[in-house]
């Protein structure tokens, strides 16, 4: 294979994750967060679910069990989505079958002898669990069903949890990317803002000071780890930590490391979209402070949805996208009142990863030394996605959900020389830390 072709199989390795790829292959040994548990009414309307590719239908039972299935009617593929929820399972409107939350078939009653034969329909339901209203999915063997990550801020008591869905109209690879991407925060971010428009106390005065730091990355138990380090004048350090975790989770350094309780999930709906699940610990600092005039910084109105539909596409819609230009104001640019001239942090990501096109394409990149914790972490996934097809290798965290126990991200100031990971492991043990 010449080199374009390799790195062609690796952007398809990488992206893809229907049933019958190696990536879909490894997200379907993990538990995902899928839906807001709002989104279910107990005996209220299904709703049509996109997940990795596959087109399901998740619903209510007037008990508040959810139920989550493959969502063509085993019979003869008509929508369950129309389905009547009842008491005993979703009936099919076509020909009256009806399955249980567990998918199986309890009622076959347009044949004499449904009885005996609702025992031999075969259906295609995952299992599903509710924290933090959300609604996780398990779409691998049932057999095989790992236990649910620790992953920190899932450890916040219920309530303290802020939540915010976002549908991503591209590959959730590249979505990811830019979590962990962090010479981007100094242009696509703060480009406008200089040292002296900030507080004096403000650390983002040094991500603005240098907008070119010097990155480390490492693997780590739960996938990669980088730090981005600015000298200060006082001769300290300013380090920004951030992490990949399998199979789709970033940590981004959205607030100080000292108690940034923060994860996102870039969950695949299908190749070519992604539903970005924020979840954030209330009682957190924030990186973004005023600015130094007590002014909010410009470009950080909140998230704007329309509302959501019924459509497979039609949940956490973003009033910004690419159909109006996510409403960029070319005079804002132009006066640098926002460097993009795009309004809220989050539409910026939006716009520059969704412009990438549905998959970008990854042989025609030329990455620099800012790209290393991209690299590394394309690398790690490959890796861990052929291993699994190759013997069976279960991939970091399946088998022990504990790895994700010590990730953590955000900033921080510190004297004196130690390494990048002494001092990780040090500022992890003086940290607010939950669930222990
Ligand atoms: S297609 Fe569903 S019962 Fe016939
Ligand atoms: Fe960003």
């Not at 730091?213 to 600015?230: I, M, N, Q, S």
Request: glycine residues 8%; negative net charge.
């Amino acid at each position: 294979m010449n080199a374009k072709a390799s790195q062609q199989k690796d952007n398809d390795d990488l992206t893809r994750v229907g049933p019958d790829t190696v990536m879909g292959a490894l997200m379907r040994r993990y538990w995902l967060p899928a839906m807001q548990s709002s989104e279910l009414e107990a005996g209220g309307a299904p709703v049509r679910l996109l997940l990795l590719g596959e087109k399901l239908v998740a619903w209510r039972s007037p008990q508040g069990s959810v139920g989550v299935m493959d969502h063509r009617c085993p019979h003869r593929n008509a929508s369950l989505f129309f389905g009547r929820n009842e008491e005993d399972g979703l009936r099919c409107i076509y020909h009256g079958w009806q399955f249980n939350v567990e998918g199986r078939c309890v009622e076959v009653p347009n044949i004499p002898t449904g009885d005996d034969f609702k025992t031999r329909v075969k259906t295609t339901a995952y299992q599903a669990y509710e924290r933090h209203g959300i609604v996780w999915v398990y779409m691998g063997d049932p057999a095989m069903a790992p236990p649910v990550p620790k992953i920190e801020v899932m450890d916040a008591e219920e309530g303290d949890l802020e939540i915010e869905f976002a549908l991503r109209e591209c590959n959730w690879m590249q979505a990811l990317e830019g979590d962990i991407d962090t010479s981007h925060l100094g242009f696509l971010h703060v480009g406008n803002i200089e040292p002296d428009d900030l507080l004096p106390d403000d650390p983002m005065r040094y991500v603005v000071a240098n907008r070119a730091p010097r990155l480390e990355v490492a693997e780590a138990p739960w996938g990669t780890t980088y730090c981005a380090t600015k000298r200060t004048p006082s001769g300290g350090r300013y380090l920004r930590y951030a992490n990949f975790m399998f199979p789709c989770w970033t940590q981004a350094p959205q607030g100080q490391f000292e108690n940034n309780l923060f994860s996102r999930a870039w969950v695949p709906m299908d190749d070519t979209h992604t539903m970005s699940i924020t979840l954030l610990w209330k009682k957190r600092g924030n990186l973004f402070r005023t600015m130094a005039n007590g002014e909010p910084l410009p470009g950080v109105a909140p998230l704007a949805l329309l509302p959501n539909t019924s459509d497979w596409l039609g949940r956490f819609r973003c009033v910004q996208n690419p159909r109006n230009d996510y409403l960029i104001d070319r005079e804002a640019q132009r006066s640098n009142r926002i460097f993009s001239g795009i309004e809220n942090i989050g539409m910026q990501d939006q716009a520059v990863t969704e412009s990438m096109g549905p998959i970008t394409d990854r042989t025609r990149e030329q990455l620099a030394p800012s790209d290393l914790m991209i690299a590394r972490t394309r690398r790690r996934l490959l890796q861990a996605a052929r291993a699994l097809a190759a013997d069976g290798t279960q991939p970091p965290g399946v088998d022990d959900p504990f790895v994700y126990r010590m990730a953590r991200s955000g900033d921080m100031m510190v004297e004196g020389e130690a390494s990048w990971q002494e001092t990780y492991e040090t500022k992890i043990r003086e940290a607010v830390r939950l669930g222990e």
